[in-house]
């Protein structure tokens, strides 16, 4: 019985389609890949929020007499500060605000989803 390929045979076609058979492998492989980053469970990222303690916001501020005014936008609370030198930026991120924005007249506060509730903790009715 002859076999079906013989040696020199498949040696020629692996020369003759070296590039060929290269191109397909790192297609394949790319291909895997991109399926595998496609597939993957995504995690979001979430900081887990914790209760937002007036005293904590207040004191990380120079304390209730040093706020002058507030107004909250969207995302925001944007604060008037008698003295700017008393914000503790340290205390308030550990209080949970994301970032803040200091300028020479006003502090903004970013707190992604819960600044209403913060605004409400702070100057509304869950405060008093």
């Keep these: 019985m ?3 390929f013989d040696a020199s045979s498949v040696d020629r076609f692996l020369k003759e389609n070296a590039w060929w058979i290269a191109l397909i492998v ?3 492989l790319l291909l895997v890949v991109l399926l595998l980053l496609l597939l993957r469970p995504h995690k979001k990222k979430e900081r887990a929020r914790k209760s937002v303690a007036k005293s904590e916001y207040l004191s990380a501020m120079g304390g209730e007499d040093n706020i002058v005014s507030h107004l909250r936008k969207g995302s925001r609370i944007e604060l008037v500060l ?3 030198s008393l914000l503790d930026k340290e205390r308030l991120k550990d209080a949970g605000v994301d970032s803040f924005i200091l300028m020479s007249n006003k ?7 819960d600044a209403e ?5 702070l ?3 869950e405060g008093k």
Excluded: C, H, S
């Design 2 to 4: 002859l076999p079906l």
């Design 26 to 28: 790192v297609a394949v």
């Design 82 to 84: 008698k003295d700017y």
């Design 107 to 113: 502090l903004t506060l970013v707190i992604q989803g």
């Design 117 to 121: 509730r913060v605004e409400n903790v």
């Design 123 to 125: 100057f509304g009715e």
